[in-house]
């Protein structure tokens, strides 16, 4: 079989998807979705190199989604559109290797199975461009405005995933001869009037595109609820400002503590350290460490969520319990919620503050101290 080598093209924003974060940059169970692309084809054996075309800028993010990977892959810079970040990728290959073939996949097609490259690589010894493709299975209309049209006959009707394959050669033919845009690159191909083949695609080869798509291959994984516990005291003492639950409160006593003392915060963050079996804030944050004197909590509480979401995890709930004689929570209690889902980043719906005394009994009771206790849901993948 020939040498093949694979490009991964994922220089696109996601725009349709929305969000601050790139679509490939997003968690999906234990990877993100490109790093899931990439390793398809770093773990095939028919692979022989792989490069990554992404936009300026993301090289700390691939990185961060391929970290620990036992092969290194090639990383160069996309163009404005697709087909000029494919033409880069082609740059980067071995140009005195003209017999090789290549594969061009897009980042935001995760779930490219071992035997769909099979079946493209063996095809490639007989034809110099071949696409994956899968029967159109829906009724196909053609409208006019809302209004339709016309029936389509679906017969002959396919549609395209990638990887797409091709003789290196005949594909950097089609890219340099290439005056108007196309969809892929074996529209490239078709319009120079080479002939292009396919094989059997897969239906769980899709393209995330928008929510309902991450949705969809969100549900696809198998996520298990796994619930972590936290438990937190601080001393009091006299003096203000008191930091807690994320706030800060004008009232005359504060908490004692080696950081800023935030026991709300502390027990949200074991607890969900002790959702993924991760330690817990000693062992992160250890306060024998003087750069974490006088530390903001919130810093240890959105890297305690950072941890979660790489390993998998989605975070669904937050269910806190303050227990203290003073101050009174009820009174800061949604402002409380909000600041922590800020924290966390989840919807304020999935956050719950509540506050109880202790009658007056022991060291809460008699003001000498408060002490906080949380539970934390998260979805985790279990592959």
């Not at 110099?128 to 029936?151: F, N, W």
Request: net charge negative.
């Amino acid at each position: 079989m020939m040498p093949i080598d694979a490009i991964i093209v994922a220089a696109g924003r996601g725009t349709r998807l929305g969000g601050a974060l790139p679509k490939q940059y997003l968690p999906l169970g234990s990877r993100t979705i490109v790093a899931r692309a990439v390793d398809a084809f770093l773990d095939h054996p028919v692979i022989r190199d792989v490069v990554v075309v992404i936009a300026e800028g993301d090289e700390e993010r691939l990185g961060a989604a391929l970290a620990d990977r036992p092969r290194a892959v090639r990383v160069v810079h996309g163009g404005e559109t697709r087909q000029a970040s494919v033409a880069r990728g082609l740059d980067a290959l071995p140009a005195a290797d003209p017999a090789a073939g290549v594969m061009v996949h897009d980042a935001a097609r995760p779930f490219v199975s071992a035997a769909v490259i099979d079946r493209v690589a063996a095809a490639l010894a007989q034809s110099a461009a071949v696409i994956p493709a899968v029967p159109v299975a829906d009724t196909l209309k053609r409208v006019d405005g809302s209004e339709v049209v016309a029936t389509v006959d679906r017969s002959a009707l396919v549609q395209v995933q990638t990887p797409q394959g091709f003789h290196v050669a005949a594909l950097r033919a089609a890219h340099a001869a290439a005056r108007e845009s196309a969809t892929d690159d074996a529209g490239l191909v078709e319009a120079q009037g080479g002939r292009v083949t396919t094989v059997p695609g897969e239906r769980t080869n899709f393209k995330i595109t928008t929510e309902d798509d991450l949705a969809v291959a969100r549900a696809s994984l198998l996520e298990v609820p796994v619930v972590g516990h936290g438990f937190d005291v601080h001393r009091l003492e006299k003096g203000g400002p008191m930091i807690i639950g994320g706030l800060v409160l004008d009232v005359p006593m504060r908490l004692q503590g080696h950081s800023d003392a935030d026991v709300a915060l502390h027990a949200i963050t074991d607890a969900l350290f002790g959702a993924i079996g991760d330690g817990d804030i000693g062992h992160h944050f250890p306060p024998s460490d003087e750069a974490w004197r006088g530390a903001a909590s919130d810093r240890f509480l959105a890297y305690a969520a950072d941890r979660v979401r790489k390993a998998g995890g989605r975070i669904v709930h937050i269910d806190l319990t303050i227990m203290c004689e003073r101050p009174k929570i009820g009174p800061v209690r949604e402002a409380m919620r909000a600041r922590i889902a800020e924290i966390v980043a989840v919807p304020v719906t999935a956050v719950s503050v509540k506050a109880t005394t202790t009658e007056r009994l022991g060291f809460t009771g008699r003001g000498e101290g408060i002490a906080a206790q949380a539970t934390a849901t998260v979805l985790r993948s279990m592959e």
